[in-house]
């Protein structure tokens, strides 16, 4: 049924006849379209995929009911169109704005609410909320409830969910996908189903196996956990003339097997300390402890006395206000903040990912910040695992990166050049810290996050059908054994493979 033929006329007019519920034109935008421009580029967030080249959809939609998702589906699988799903738009290559064949965005910009139940201590929240959406929404009703999901308010739930979504609390309490009780997901065919209609197999595999392949999820219910009135925060930061390569040494060892209520992360950077332009490496560690301060510094002089932490160094707060502080807003930002879908600054990002299961030799860190000298915004950002995480079995989810992990590696890069020779020198700058990382990381495969999405590590076919064998090696890496459980979702519940991008699950070929 899908005639691969494409007429802007027929597609909305397709649109218009198949939504009963109300007028779908009023939501749909095409290039003929005024605020055509501004609705691509508000939910576009990586410079990257923002320029005159980049290829653009022949019509956002962005739906104010589920109907309009319906007839989104339809008419695209009628008129040969791809679909890109966007939520909060972080992807970091461009996935949900952009596709080399015709494509269309559904963009969830108009679903967000947020629903919560403090009595039974759970919340259905839309795709098209954001993450500082949905930690308002929890903090209004109650102060000791929240969520385990990552820590930049402007992620998308549809996103985030679909990939996995770790912030400052996966110590004690995992990812976001192991706190997803029921989700409402339109299929293929246009069916509206939930956990029941879905099954586990289908529930199982929305929970992390990547965007864009099994559906479009309108909403998930997620369970919310307790978290004391009062946590503490700290930042310390340690120059490399100042021993921190063995503050990050001994923190490999220590991090990972604190009280699972302690999470700190290590970021290592180059900074201008003194403002004279002269940039120096240093680690700043980071942390979100679940309880008060004098009980924290008991626990870090007993077990990491090494990195000194001092009373002044730490903050008592809610847990909403960590979240403030997490996203680097400054100590007086009202809460309201988080309900800001701008985001502050856009810039070119590139981002890679690494898991790390031995030490990595001291003497590394040294020729790390060497490397971070030569950029101008670039850190490694080291996330401890442990507690929780080694809890949860590899295959309770499709995110398999638990037990036997020390820490998780983010390499990052930022630029704000528009031109193609910057472009090329950051992602170059990137890759070859990649390479050196070699030796020090999980091999076969060398595992990766796939909400760190990274197309280096391998891509489908841009048309055509891509063999099992090919989207092994990018798929082995972010999901390690639950591929293979995920192909034979995908070829369950979407076997013409509508659902499609550079790294979605393919179907079995037949
Ligand atoms: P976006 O809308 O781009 O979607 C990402 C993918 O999911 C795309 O393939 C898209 O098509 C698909 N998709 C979106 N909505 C869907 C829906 N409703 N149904 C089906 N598919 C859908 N991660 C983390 O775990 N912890 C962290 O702390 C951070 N921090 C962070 C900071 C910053 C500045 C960025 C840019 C990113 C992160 N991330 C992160 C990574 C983030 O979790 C990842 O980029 C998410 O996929 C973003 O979700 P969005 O909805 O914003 O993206």
Same mark, same amino acid.
């Given at each position: ?57 022949? @019509? ?118 192991? +706190?997803?009780?029921? @989700? ?70 220590? @991090? ?204 489908? +076919? ?49």
């Amino acid at each position: 049924s899908e005639a691969h033929s494409y007429s802007n006329e027929e597609f909305l007019q397709c649109l218009a006849s198949n939504n009963s519920t109300s007028d779908i034109s009023k939501v749909v935008y095409t290039p003929q379209n005024s605020s055509y421009s501004s609705v691509l580029q508000f939910s576009m967030k990586n410079l990257r995929f923002n320029t005159a080249t980049t290829p653009k959809p022949v @019509a956002i939609i962005t739906p104010v009911d589920v109907s309009q998702i319906q007839a989104a589906i339809t008419c695209s699988r009628k008129h040969g169109l791809q679909i890109r799903v966007r939520s909060g738009g972080h992807d970091f290559e461009g996935l949900s704005s952009v596709s080399i064949l015709p494509f269309v965005i559904v963009d969830f910009i108009n679903l967000r609410s947020v629903t919560v139940d403090v009595e039974n201590i759970n919340a259905w929240v839309q795709s098209g909320a954001t993450l500082g959406e949905l930690y308002y929404k929890i903090a209004e009703k109650s102060k000791t409830l929240a969520f385990p999901a990552g820590s930049c308010p402007s992620i998308g739930v549809g996103g985030h969910f679909s990939g996995g979504g770790y912030g400052p609390l996966l110590r004690k309490y995992g990812f976001a996908v192991d +706190n997803i009780i029921d @989700a409402q997901l339109v299929d293929v065919n246009g069916r509206i189903l939930d956990r029941s209609s879905m099954g586990e197999d289908l529930f199982w595999a929305i929970r992390g196996g990547g965007g864009n392949t099994f559906g479009i999820v309108v909403s998930w219910k997620i369970n919310l956990v307790p978290v004391p009135p009062t946590v503490t925060v700290f930042s310390v930061v340690r120059v490399v003339d100042d021993n921190a390569a063995k503050l990050v040494n001994r923190w490999q060892y220590v @991090a990972n097997k604190l009280d699972e209520h302690l999470t700190i992360y290590c970021f290592l950077i180059s900074v201008d300390l003194n403002g004279d332009g002269r940039v120096e490496g240093a680690a700043l560690f980071s942390a979100l402890f679940l309880g008060g301060v004098d009980r924290l510094l008991r626990l870090v002089q007993e077990k990491f006395p090494e990195m000194g932490l001092k009373r002044e160094n730490c903050t008592e707060m809610s847990w909403i206000e960590s979240i403030l502080y997490f996203a680097g807003l400054p100590s007086n930002t009202s809460v309201d903040a988080l309900l800001n879908r701008t985001s502050r600054s856009k810039s070119n990002v590139k981002l890679k990912s690494d898991y790390v299961k031995e030490p990595v030799p001291e003497n590394a860190w040294g020729e790390i910040w060497k490397r971070l000298n030569q950029v101008e915004i670039g850190a490694l950002v080291l996330v401890p695992y442990g507690g929780k995480m080694s809890e949860i079995p590899e295959s309770s989810t499709p995110y398999p990166h638990r037990a036997g992990n020390l820490f998780k590696v983010g390499y990052v890069v930022d630029w704000n050049e528009t031109d193609k020779e910057a472009s090329r020198r950051h992602i170059s700058w990137i890759r070859k810290l990649y390479k050196y990382m070699t030796p020090y990381v999980s091999k076969n495969p060398r595992e990766a996050y796939v909400n760190y999405r990274d197309l280096d590590i391998g891509r489908n +076919n841009y048309v055509g059908n891509t063999s099992y064998r090919k989207a092994s090696i990018w798929g082995t890496k972010y999901f390690k054994n639950n591929f293979d459980r995920l192909v034979r979702v995908k070829t369950e519940v979407d076997p013409g493979n509508f659902f499609r991008n550079e790294q979605s699950i393919p179907p079995l070929l037949t």
